[in-house]
């Protein structure tokens, strides 16, 4: 807002006064008395010397008391500045330092509440980053587990294990499962002869071919052991038949042995062929090893009868156990193998051997 007029309390106003005072009012006023009161100069200086003082006392003090509102407002301005005070500045002093005072503390506030805003927008993007890097850090450790888990399961089965709730899947638990045991037939001895690379390459073909058919069937890779590998279906998959999709992966892994030792055969390297034990019933599912080592793995009498099936079958053989073919008995076609005898159990096992085309 600009200063309309000068008035006495404006420090334009004192600046008219002050210099009037000081000059123009005496000296005309002298030059006034000389020309037409025919007054002698001598007598005049004598007489409005004293007068001509005061006016200019007077207008120096109305000068200084405006350079020190002046110097008032400089210093609390800087003090402000400094953030030695906060509070407004409040000044007695001519009307244009006062506006100006209130200008200076209407921009001061605004900055403040710019700065209050700035703080706040700051911490606000500070959480915001915060809850993206630890958005960043869950979708790094998703991946890695995604990872993790294709090696066990298909890639078909990751996203169920992802979407279950909150260590479901590794709480320690009895559970109806179907366990599969595969096995190649006379192992030792045709590693015996082939070179230590040859037997590598060997069992990671082997087992990469089974593995596949293993997790198109819904199965979950449990563990290898030498040229042996255990897989369990029932962990996740529920609401199908997961008896009868061990048996299909049972079949489809000797058949796919059988077209892969027929290439084998063409090219005149070795062949084998395995024994495959299936079995359903409870077994305990849960984290079991050491401290420093541990396995999720199944174990009970249901895994034992299905490791002691895979024992007795001949290469080629799919045996089953009684529980899975009487889950399963009109969906494929079976011969009855008679009862066998298990280590630790009093009763005899009925067990039934898989029919598929190779036999």
């Known amino acids: 807002m600009g200063v309309k007029r000068r008035d006495y309390n404006t420090f334009a106003g004192k600046v008219v006064v002050a210099l009037a005072m000081m000059s123009v009012i005496p000296y005309l006023f002298i030059i006034y008395l000389i020309l037409f009161e025919r007054i002698d100069l001598s007598f005049v200086m004598l007489l409005f010397a004293p007068l001509i003082l005061l006016s200019v006392f007077s207008g120096f003090a109305l000068l200084r008391k405006s350079s020190s509102q002046i110097d008032t407002l400089r210093r609390e301005t800087s003090m402000i500045e400094s953030g030695a005070m906060r ?20 921009l001061y506030n605004k900055l403040d509440e710019m700065n209050r805003k700035n703080q706040e927008q700051a911490t606000q993007l500070m959480v915001y980053a915060h809850d993206l890097a630890i958005s960043y850090q869950k979708t790094r450790q998703e991946a890695e587990l995604r990872n993790r888990l294709s090696r066990y399961v298909g890639n078909n089965l990751v996203e169920r294990l992802m979407n279950l ?45 089974m593995v596949d058919i293993i997790f198109k069937n819904g199965g979950l890779l449990d563990k290898f052991v030498g ?4 897989a369990v279906f029932g962990l996740v998959e529920t609401d199908e038949n997961m008896a009868a999709k061990a048996i299909q992966t049972g079949i489809e892994m000797q058949a796919a042995t059988y077209e892969m030792m027929r290439g084998k055969k063409a090219a005149g390297e070795s062949t084998f062929e395995i024994g495959i034990g299936i079995n359903t019933g409870v077994a305990i599912i849960g984290n079991i090893g050491s401290a420093n080592r541990m396995d999720y793995t199944v174990i009970g009498d249901c895994v034992n009868v ?22 399963n008995d009109r969906l494929f076609d079976f011969e009855s193998k008679g009862e066998i005898s298990i280590k630790n159990k009093l009763e005899p096992v009925v067990c039934y051997n898989v029919l598929w085309d190779g036999v």
């Open 87 to 106: 509070e407004p500045i409040r000044l007695d002093a001519d009307r244009e330092l006062v506006e100006i005072a209130n200008h200076f503390n209407s």
């Open 165 to 209: 709730k909150e260590g479901v899947f590794l709480e320690t638990e009895r559970r109806g499962v179907t366990v599969l045991f595969a096995d190649i037939r006379s192992f030792t001895a045709l590693a015996e002869k082939m070179a230590a690379e040859d037997v590598v390459l060997m069992l990671n073909q082997y087992f990469s071919v």
């Open 227 to 230: 040229d042996q590998l255990i």
């Open 306 to 327: 299905a490791a002691r099936l895979e024992q007795m079958a001949a290469g080629g053989e799919v045996l089953i156990g009684e529980q899975t073919y009487l889950e």
